[in-house]
């Protein structure tokens, strides 16, 4: 078969070419002091150039062609128990915080694509059911291994360690840091300029609690990405708690940044353009920032730790998340090969390199293999997996379940 790259067809021009790398300098040249540029990318294998995906756009497409990107679509943010189509997504929720961050980079003079790449990928190591998933993930994994479980920490190891390396030093860095539970009224970038210190901080964050927390992006971009994340889902999660129908808007305490998802949408993001202009770092007005602290405080006591949401969570996903955990770990342990994780897992062609010996001896910890085919879980595979699984039938009963429907 003809080889495509030899089609003329196919390829650019060399008068094509100078001209998109023309493009592509003159929109560096015309960036921010402040920001990351294309040239200063660090891979840990060097890429070649291509005029028509710089350094960031190329991480952005390897982002969204990772067969994890498709399981944002199920996989819910705070209300999993809810039969609505109107309630948010993981999906859209990176899309919201990709369009958020953008506004506030392009008003900034930074790197859009950056941003995009840091933005569509923070959260792909969520595991199933939001926070409260997390939590217990992490409970079971640590009883197990001593190391801990963030989902900040898992989406960088995905692009690390799971997925091979292919995404710029700058990308990681954002991913890793974006944890945004310490809001600060100012984020100053981190200086991290090489792949063996970022592998220490990785390796931090799974051996001391907290260490993710301490984080902060190595670039403006990644600063703005966990901003933005933090605006994204502070009105976001009203909305949804306002349309479950456990809250009316009125009920909810009176805010200076407004109560409505867009009002705080312009608050929050006019504060921070007006506040970091020709700034190297990211900031925001300490009353604007406090107010900030305050609805996240009130989300936390008002949805996040609310009986009414996380009762499920508790009667249902714990239990299993423990039950599910055991068994593939035995499975693994067993060499059980019959076993989802084995079949649905460590089957994948691509994944295998992760976990497999040249020789084609598995050389991966039975727990990492296990925590990992966790996270990568949908939110209606872990119920579908522990049916049948059978890891405790009365819990996955539709009845048990009492998913809210739309007529209630």
Do not use: W
């Not at 891979?43 to 990107?69: H, K």
């Not at 197990?144 to 997925?163: E, L």
């Not at 708690?241 to 949408?265: A, H, I, Q, W």
């Not at 009130?298 to 996040?304: F, G, M, S, V, W």
């Amino acid at each position: 078969m003809e080889d495509f790259h030899a089609d003329e067809r196919f390829s650019l021009t060399e008068e094509q070419r100078t001209r998109l790398e023309a493009q592509n300098r003159a929109r560096n040249d015309a960036l921010s002091p402040y920001a990351a540029r294309d040239e200063d990318a660090v891979y840990l294998v060097p890429r070649g150039d291509d005029p028509l995906r710089p350094p960031y756009s190329r991480d952005a497409d390897f982002i969204l062609n990772c067969p994890f990107y498709n399981r944002y679509a199920d996989k819910t943010q705070v209300f999993s128990f809810f039969k609505n189509d109107d309630l948010t997504r993981r999906a859209l929720h990176v899309q919201l915080v990709s369009k958020i961050a953008r506004s506030i980079g392009r008003a900034l003079g930074l790197n859009l694509d950056l941003i995009e790449a840091i933005a569509l990928a923070h959260d792909m190591g969520h595991p199933p059911f939001g926070h409260m998933g997390e939590e217990y993930l992490n409970e079971v994994y640590h009883a197990h291994t001593g190391r801990y479980f963030h989902h900040n920490v898992h989406s960088a190891r995905i692009f690390r360690y799971i997925y091979d390396c292919r995404i710029s030093l700058q990308t990681l860095s954002g991913i890793l840091s974006h944890n945004g539970e310490m809001p600060m009224d100012c984020y100053r970038p981190v200086p991290l300029t090489s792949f063996s210190d970022f592998d220490a901080l990785l390796e931090r964050c799974y051996l001391e609690k907290d260490f993710q927390k301490t984080l902060i992006p190595n670039t403006m971009e990644g600063c703005v990405v966990r901003v933005s994340d933090m605006i994204a889902y502070i009105g976001k999660d009203r909305q949804d708690f306002f349309r479950s129908g456990l809250k009316r808007r009125e009920n909810f305490p009176p805010s200076s940044l407004g109560l409505k998802n867009r009002e705080l949408l312009s608050s929050l993001t006019q504060n921070v353009v007006r506040s970091s202009m020709d700034s190297p770092a990211l900031r925001m007005d300490r009353e604007v920032f406090e107010a900030m602290k305050k609805e996240i405080e009130e989300n936390y006591e008002l949805i996040y730790r609310s009986p009414l949401v996380n009762a499920p969570y508790e009667r249902v996903v714990h239990p299993l998340m423990r039950g599910l955990y055991e068994r593939l770990l035995s499975d693994m342990v067993r060499g059980d090969e019959a076993s989802p994780i084995f079949r649905h897992h460590l089957g994948d062609r691509i994944l295998r390199k992760s976990y497999y010996g040249k020789d084609g001896t598995l050389t991966a910890d039975p727990n990492e293999v296990v925590c990992d085919f966790i996270a990568s879980m949908t939110d209606d595979y872990f119920i579908d997996i522990c049916k049948y699984l059978h890891i405790d039938d009365a819990l996955t009963s539709s009845e048990n379940l009492r998913y809210r429907e739309y007529f209630d």
